[in-house]
């Protein structure tokens, strides 16, 4: 398999595993219109992982459609980040702060993906832009309130930073696949920037812990992974001629 196609199936999974973990929330949000909000934030991550998923079909050949790629494939075949496949533990603060660090990952690596040589990469991500543009600016705004709210909520926001930032250099470190696309130093300087300031203004300090947890982008997996999947393909594997 190429670079060229990694790259795109690391950029659907992403989304895709990111969107699944969102829409466990569905029906359970803390109030109505914040489980509305990121119900939408889980269809526009879907919507993307879908768009990759069928580029990257293309490329692979006739015996490949978007169904294979995400029902069809195995745990280790999967080259998402480890953040986006960590459990939300009923979590709400854990869940903004994870959408947070992803959002603004994102939205740097698509203002840059915009104008990738490959027309169709570049028109997803243009249109992604737009999306997760949005998803920054909610998320920043949770982690500012809630950082910054009440001493039970600080608390929950540095638990959930404690928890969750050693997966941070994993979606800053490019992988073989990625050299060649993005240029990594801007992306690193610019995530950076903006987790500061909003973390500053969270009251939130940054973790000293230099503890690193990487693999997925190789497609070594958590356990937690192997949970989500089997949820999300028992339908298309038990009954793999189904179709809606």
């Not at 949005?134 to 309130?145: A, D, M, T």
Request: net charge negative; proline share 4%.
């Amino acid at each position: 398999m190429t670079h060229r196609i990694k790259h795109i199936l690391h950029l659907a999974d992403n989304a895709l595993i990111l969107g699944h973990r969102n829409s466990e929330w569905c029906g359970h949000g803390p109030v109505l219109e914040q489980d509305i909000a990121l119900t939408n934030i889980s269809l526009d991550l879907i919507g993307q992982a879908r768009s990759f998923y069928q580029h990257a079909a293309i490329l692979l050949g006739e015996d490949y459609n978007e169904d294979k790629l995400a029902y069809f494939r195995d745990p280790h075949e999967f080259l998402n980040c480890l953040m986006v496949e960590q459990p939300n533990e009923e979590d709400w603060g854990l869940t903004i702060l994870r959408q947070f660090f992803v959002s603004n990952y994102q939205y740097h690596l698509y203002q840059q993906l915009q104008h990738h040589p490959d027309e169709q990469v570049a028109a997803i991500s243009a249109k992604a832009l737009k999306e997760v543009t949005y998803h920054l600016r909610w998320s920043s705004e949770w982690v500012i309130r809630l950082g910054d709210g009440t001493e039970e909520s600080n608390g929950r926001m540095h638990n959930a930073l404690q928890q969750l930032w050693p997966y941070t250099t994993e979606i800053l470190t490019p992988a073989d696949y990625e050299t060649g696309f993005i240029d990594f130093s801007l992306l690193q300087e610019q995530w950076r920037q903006k987790t500061t300031a909003v973390l500053a203004e969270a009251t939130l300090a940054i973790p000293a812990n230099e503890t690193q947890q990487t693999g997925g982008k190789s497609g070594n997996h958590t356990v937690h992974l192997n949970d989500i999947l089997a949820v999300m393909q028992t339908l298309p594997r038990t009954h793999p001629d189904a179709i809606w």
